[in-house]
């Protein structure tokens, strides 16, 4: 695993979210970096990890597949530990895409620390990109025991708003849609919305949400 990269607001922030990427970009990528941005815009620290496959590259390891989504809630455990050593107050975890996927793993298992409290997922990919009639992965939003914000562009291939609408998901899972959004939030062309809109919805509706969470936790 690499050296966390922190992203701190100007003030102290409402709570820290630890942040993983996707299958195939790493945690510097343009998403990550603004989506960063725009959480701390909003007042959360926000550190971001890289799973050791996607670290080798930078050191000239092939550009093998990701390992399988279980394999990784490990390293997801051992960024989780030190980010609790390093912030105070309570955390989020989250990531993007497949890291989203390997949080809501993570928050399955029953030794999750209390300050834990919920996790937020950055384009959900419910199923196989186009492959809406595959075997959805819902098991880890089913057996997640803290509360899942999932933010969703529109138009996701890995799960439009038509077709998440049509299951049901478990009562400690919300659903964001961005307006127009593909799998990183980004509208078409002749859309009103606006990739930066979308991802500054996005951070805002995080914040929102762990704010929630903490006035829940504390009975405010």
Same mark, same amino acid.
């Given at each position: 695993?690499?050296?966390?990269?922190?992203?701190?607001?100007?003030?102290?922030?409402?709570?820290?979210?630890?942040?993983?990427?996707?299958?195939?970009?790493?945690?510097?990528?343009?998403?990550?970096?603004?989506?960063?941005?725009?959480?701390?815009?909003?007042?959360?620290?926000?550190?971001?990890?890289?799973?050791?496959?996607?670290?080798?590259?930078?050191?000239?390891?092939?550009?093998?597949?990701?390992?399988?989504?279980?394999?990784?809630?490990?390293?997801?455990?051992?960024?989780?530990?030190?980010?609790?050593?390093?912030?105070?107050?309570?955390?989020?975890?989250?990531?993007?895409?497949?890291?989203?996927?390997?949080?809501?793993?993570?928050?399955?298992?029953?030794?999750?620390?209390?300050?834990?409290?919920?996790?937020?997922?950055?384009?959900?990919?419910?199923?196989?990109?186009?492959?809406?009639?595959?075997?959805?992965?819902?098991?880890?939003?089913?057996?997640?025991?803290?509360?899942?914000?999932?933010?969703?562009?529109?138009? +996701?291939?890995?799960?439009?708003?038509?077709?998440? +609408?049509?299951?049901?998901?478990?009562?400690?899972?919300?659903?964001?849609?961005?307006?127009?959004?593909?799998?990183?939030?980004?509208?078409?062309?002749?859309?009103?919305?606006?990739? +930066?809109?979308?991802?500054?919805?996005?951070?805002?509706?995080?914040?929102?949400?762990?704010?929630?969470?903490?006035?829940?936790?504390?009975?405010?």
């Amino acid at each position: 695993m690499s050296e966390m990269l922190w992203t701190q607001p100007e003030t102290p922030p409402i709570a820290t979210l630890l942040l993983a990427h996707g299958a195939g970009a790493a945690m510097d990528s343009t998403f990550m970096t603004r989506l960063a941005n725009h959480l701390a815009e909003e007042g959360l620290a926000v550190a971001r990890f890289e799973f050791s496959y996607m670290a080798a590259r930078r050191t000239g390891g092939s550009k093998r597949p990701p390992p399988k989504a279980e394999k990784l809630i490990g390293e997801f455990q051992t960024a989780l530990q030190k980010v609790l050593g390093e912030a105070k107050g309570p955390i989020l975890i989250g990531g993007k895409s497949m890291g989203g996927r390997v949080a809501a793993m993570l928050a399955g298992g029953s030794s999750l620390p209390a300050r834990v409290l919920g996790v937020a997922c950055f384009g959900y990919p419910f199923h196989p990109t186009g492959k809406a009639d595959a075997e959805w992965r819902l098991s880890p939003l089913e057996e997640a025991k803290r509360p899942v914000q999932i933010l969703q562009g529109e138009r +996701d291939p890995f799960g439009s708003k038509a077709e998440v +609408d049509a299951v049901t998901l478990p009562e400690k899972v919300s659903v964001h849609y961005l307006e127009d959004g593909n799998h990183d939030f980004g509208p078409r062309g002749k859309s009103p919305a606006t990739l +930066d809109g979308n991802i500054t919805e996005a951070a805002k509706a995080t914040a929102d949400f762990a704010k929630a969470l903490i006035q829940g936790q504390t009975g405010l």
